[in-house]
């Protein structure tokens, strides 16, 4: 019986009946973020894009000038026949029209479109003769006269203070003719377009008729004027700059005419 109980508990069977250790319980790996991808931000940030400066500003202009001949130029050409019923008209035109300036602090670039219309009355024009001759003048009667403008100008800019500055400067254009200056020249002229009227009339009794109420002789055509002429600038003025949102400008000087005016626009 000894002998069979110590060969039962040296059997391997009996070994195995018995629990194997089991190794201590190891604290859990923690978690571990995966490295961000190179160039890839793990957090959205804000993206402040600069602001989008520029050293210059831009206008667009309403402008409008008075433009006139003085009458003591021509007096030089012309006789006034002042006080008489074929006293010289005043030649004189306003002019309107758009004009686009890009400036900075001390240069302008002002690119203009307008119109000039004529305010010139029909009239008599006698040329200065000597001897004087007071009857072979002609008659005009401007149909529509004007003419259209495109043209470029630079200018200078001297600042008095932030706000105001005075301006000069010149350019060049285009002018193209609308309209026709109609002419009655003086009976007798190898010109006129009916010879048997008014043959010894002066041109303004050919134009208004040759008795009180009477019909005005045919005309005698139109003035030879070119189509197209240049344009001369010449200006000086000032600027009332309105905290940089708007523009006043006054000037006056040559625009193929001896003119006044200004333009008023917004600042950009």
Same mark, same amino acid.
């Given at each position: 019986?000894?002998?069979?109980?110590?060969?039962?508990?040296?059997?391997?069977?009996?070994?195995?009946?018995?629990?194997?250790?089991?190794?201590?319980?190891?604290?859990?790996?923690?978690?571990?973020?995966?490295?961000?991808?190179?160039?890839?931000?793990?957090?959205?940030?804000?993206?402040?894009?600069?602001?989008?400066?520029?050293?210059?500003?831009?206008?667009?202009?309403?402008?409008?000038?008075?433009?006139?001949?003085?009458?003591?130029?021509?007096?030089?050409?012309?006789?006034?026949?002042?006080?008489?019923?074929?006293?010289?008209?005043? !030649?004189?035109?306003?002019? *309107? =029209? +758009? &004009?686009?300036?890009?400036?900075?602090?001390?240069?302008? @670039? %002002?690119?203009?479109?307008?119109?000039?219309?004529?305010?010139?009355?029909?009239?008599?024009?006698?040329?200065?003769?000597?001897?004087?001759?007071?009857?072979?003048?002609?008659?005009?009667?401007?149909?529509?006269?004007?003419?259209?403008?495109?043209?470029?100008?630079?200018?200078?800019?001297?600042?008095?203070?932030?706000?105001?500055?005075?301006?000069?400067?010149?350019?060049?254009?285009?002018?193209?003719?609308?309209?026709?200056?109609?002419?009655?020249?003086?009976?007798?002229?190898?010109?006129?377009?009916?010879?048997?009227?008014?043959?010894?009339?002066? !041109?303004?009794?050919?134009? *208004? =008729? +040759? &008795?009180?109420?009477?019909?005005?002789?045919?005309?005698? @055509? %139109?003035?030879?004027?070119?189509?197209?002429?240049?344009?001369?600038?010449?200006?000086?003025?000032?600027?009332?700059?309105?905290?940089?949102?708007?523009?006043?400008?006054?000037?006056?000087?040559?625009?193929?005419?001896?003119?006044?005016?200004?333009?008023?626009?917004?600042?950009?």
């Amino acid at each position: 019986m000894l002998t069979l109980l110590l060969a039962v508990l040296h059997s391997p069977y009996a070994h195995a009946a018995e629990p194997a250790d089991e190794p201590a319980d190891e604290p859990a790996d923690e978690p571990v973020d995966a490295p961000a991808e190179l160039g890839v931000a793990t957090e959205a940030t804000d993206v402040v894009k600069p602001e989008k400066t520029r050293d210059y500003l831009m206008e667009v202009n309403f402008r409008g000038r008075y433009l006139f001949l003085p009458d003591s130029l021509l007096n030089i050409w012309y006789e006034t026949h002042e006080g008489e019923t074929i006293e010289r008209p005043q !030649a004189h035109a306003y002019n *309107l =029209g +758009l &004009e686009f300036v890009v400036r900075n602090k001390k240069d302008n @670039g %002002i690119f203009y479109v307008d119109y000039l219309s004529s305010l010139i009355k029909p009239g008599y024009w006698d040329d200065i003769d000597s001897p004087p001759d007071y009857l072979d003048g002609e008659y005009i009667k401007p149909e529509a006269f004007g003419l259209l403008m495109i043209g470029a100008n630079y200018a200078s800019e001297i600042h008095a203070t932030p706000w105001f500055s005075v301006v000069f400067g010149a350019g060049l254009g285009v002018a193209v003719k609308t309209g026709n200056l109609v002419k009655w020249l003086p009976g007798g002229d190898e010109a006129t377009a009916d010879p048997t009227c008014g043959s010894d009339a002066p !041109a303004y009794e050919r134009a *208004l =008729g +040759l &008795e009180e109420g009477g019909a005005e002789c045919a005309n005698d @055509g %139109i003035k030879d004027i070119p189509t197209v002429l240049p344009v001369i600038d010449i200006n000086l003025g000032v600027r009332f700059n309105i905290n940089d949102h708007a523009s006043i400008r006054l000037e006056g000087g040559l625009h193929d005419l001896p003119y006044g005016g200004g333009s008023v626009g917004i600042t950009f």
